[in-house]
């Protein structure tokens, strides 16, 4: 966002406007990233953005590595770390709409919900477990890109 004229940030007029200019922009273009739970035309325009061509990415992985969402290593000589991190690469602005897409997505989506309750019943934290759903998020978003298919929740089967 930009500096308003007297050096003073956007006040809530200005940004709703800026919601709703980017909002009519997006609907230009031919997507079915909204389709996915938590992405509305905001996010979706930042995802477009920062994401580009999907045919630049050759997996759903790099895509998450190219995020920032993917698991850091951390070793040396014959130590390896017992947890992983994310790598925080990539663009902060794509990997804060990804996260915010994936709060969303637990509370909306089956798909997601069922995850973050595995994840819970396994005794992680609500933050620990956004993480995760996080580094899924990527999957679902390269799928509907590459495909350009409409989202729909695969869920689980009782095993």
């Given at each position: ?158 095993a």
């Amino acid at each position: 966002l930009t500096v308003a004229d007297d050096g003073v940030g956007m006040n809530e007029e200005e940004l709703k406007k800026l919601e709703k200019e980017i909002s009519r922009l997006f609907q230009s273009f031919d997507t079915t990233v909204t389709t996915i739970p938590g992405v509305g035309p905001i996010i979706g325009a930042v995802i477009l953005s920062e994401v580009g061509d999907i045919s630049r990415f050759s997996s759903a992985d790099k895509l998450a590595a190219y995020i920032g969402v993917d698991p850091s290593v951390n070793q040396s000589g014959e130590f390896q770390a017992a947890h992983a991190h994310m790598s925080k690469r990539g663009s902060p602005y794509l990997r804060r709409c990804i996260w915010m897409a994936s709060q969303v997505a637990v509370q909306r989506d089956p798909m997601f919900r069922a995850y973050y309750e595995k994840k819970a019943a396994e005794g992680l934290k609500y933050m620990t477990i956004i993480g995760h759903v996080t580094r899924k998020m990527p999957a679902v978003v390269f799928a509907i890109l590459r495909d350009h298919k409409v989202y729909e929740p695969v869920l689980p089967t009782a095993a």
